[in-house]
């Protein structure tokens, strides 16, 4: 009997609710995570909702990218009263029609999340072009969106971070994303915002706190990571910020430890802790095989330790030639790429180091790549490394001050000879994986 056959008697048993017939039609499913998927959805059709979730985790378990399992586990779970769950495996499926753009609108709301929300059923009006999809979005838009203008300033070339964040906002507030120095119109974007957004606590935050009156604004700074090194805080007036974001939790204990008397007068009670978000429609999820392809996404700068890179692979080098690592990022310091161009070629890495410079599209660089590494020495909540883990690619990095409470132990490195153990651990869990399937397969008769 031909599949496609198959899936329509089942479909007409299901449609029957002769539930038992379609299980033992379903059960002479050849691949295994189509025999679960179907057996998934007959017991959805059952309303027995744990027996479903059995059935897709299984399906998920041989193909995590099945996009039909991901979506019908996703609704399961979105029935059972878990948002989030729901949400996060609905955005493994590749391909996104505007079914899965609705339900993820749907995750986000329950969550009270509307500026989100808004921003997923605009996706889903906009594929379906369906009348129900499109009043939807308009009733949601009209219940949640304020007449309320916020702006956001940033200096030039700082803005990466900040633009998926103006665009997710729009959908609820009036936003402009001022990024200039120009004092014309810094000035004229502030006295038109109810709410300001300084993007990193540097000069900008220092000039606009100092110069602008408040007025009855709410402003809300947000600091990365580089800023509390240096005295960006003993510069700004914190009597005009209501709020200060940090990305992690360790860079409040910078403050704490190197701006004491300001943190202690100014700075303590403003402090909201939210990590930063990647925006994980951009990165298509897979599972990544051991290999020896290594990334590197960063710009090449004392902070990042990239001398550190040029050990690891040679280290890697005397284990197996193939190792090779591919540093997408441009040299921010002349030495640097005079030390690399040197050193690579003088100590025969010429085949083992490849530089491409600044990359646009890290989806596609990371496509291949089997690790990512960072060696930086000080982080906030590093987005190379969130981006990578996005993609499905395993993390080797190093143990930077706050790095154990950003991620689990079994990622973090204290001396290069220890990424060798990682990897050839990751290596070896492989190869009994796959004996352990192929004495599965012997036993059969």
Not at 390 to 412: D, F, T, V
Request: charged share 25%.
């Amino acid at each position: 009997m031909k599949e496609k056959g198959l899936f329509s008697q089942i479909q007409n048993l299901i449609s029957t609710k002769k539930f038992k017939e379609a299980k033992n039609l379903a059960e002479k499913i050849k691949d295994e995570t189509e025999k679960e998927n179907v057996l998934g959805i007959i017991s959805y059709y059952e309303k027995n909702l744990e027996e479903s979730i059995k059935h897709f985790e299984k399906a998920l378990k041989v193909n995590p990218i099945h996009s039909d399992a991901l979506f019908n586990y996703s609704k399961v779970l979105f029935e059972k009263e878990n948002y989030f769950e729901s949400w996060r495996y609905l955005t493994r499926i590749h391909e996104k029609n505007w079914q899965v753009f609705d339900l993820l609108g749907d995750t986000q709301l329950k969550q009270d999340n509307p500026a989100v929300a808004l921003y997923y059923y605009k996706k889903a009006a906009e594929l379906s072009n369906i009348p129900e999809m499109i009043e939807k979005y308009k009733v949601v838009k009209d219940k949640f969106k304020k007449d309320v203008n916020l702006a956001i300033f940033c200096l030039p070339g700082l803005d990466n971070f900040i633009k998926d964040i103006a665009e997710i906002l729009s959908n609820i507030y009036n936003v402009r994303l001022v990024v200039s120095t120009d004092g014309k119109q810094i000035q004229e974007s502030f006295n038109w915002a109810d709410i300001v957004w300084l993007e990193w606590a540097n000069e900008m935050a220092i000039e606009i706190t100092n110069k602008l009156p408040k007025m009855n604004k709410n402003i809300i700074c947000r600091l990365h990571s580089y800023e509390a090194l240096l005295d960006f805080p003993e510069k700004i007036n914190w009597n005009n910020i209501d709020t200060l974001i940090l990305v992690s939790d360790h860079i409040e204990d910078i403050l704490k430890n190197y701006h004491s008397e300001i943190y202690s007068k100014h700075i303590k009670n403003k402090i909201t802790i939210i990590p930063n978000g990647v925006n994980l429609n951009r990165f298509k999820f897979s599972i990544k095989k051991p290999g020896y392809d290594l990334a590197i996404v960063a710009n090449i700068n004392h902070k990042k330790a990239p001398e550190m890179w040029l050990q690891v692979i040679q280290l890697l080098k005397t284990i197996d030639e193939r190792y090779t690592l591919h540093i997408a990022g441009k040299f921010q310091d002349i030495r640097y790429a005079n030390y690399f161009n040197y050193f690579i070629k003088d100590s025969g890495l010429e085949k083992n180091v490849k530089l491409y410079g600044y990359i646009n599209n890290i989806n596609e660089f990371l496509k291949n790549k089997n690790y990512i590494l960072s060696t930086s020495i000080h982080e906030g909540h590093p987005y190379n490394i969130l981006e990578a883990m996005a993609r499905g690619i395993k993390p080797l990095i190093h143990n930077y001050s706050g790095s154990k409470k950003q991620w689990p132990n079994e990622l973090i490195f204290n001396f290069i000879y220890e990424i060798v153990e990682k990897v050839q651990k990751i290596i070896t869990l492989k190869i009994i994986e796959n004996l352990s399937k192929i004495n599965i397969h012997l036993k059969k008769p």
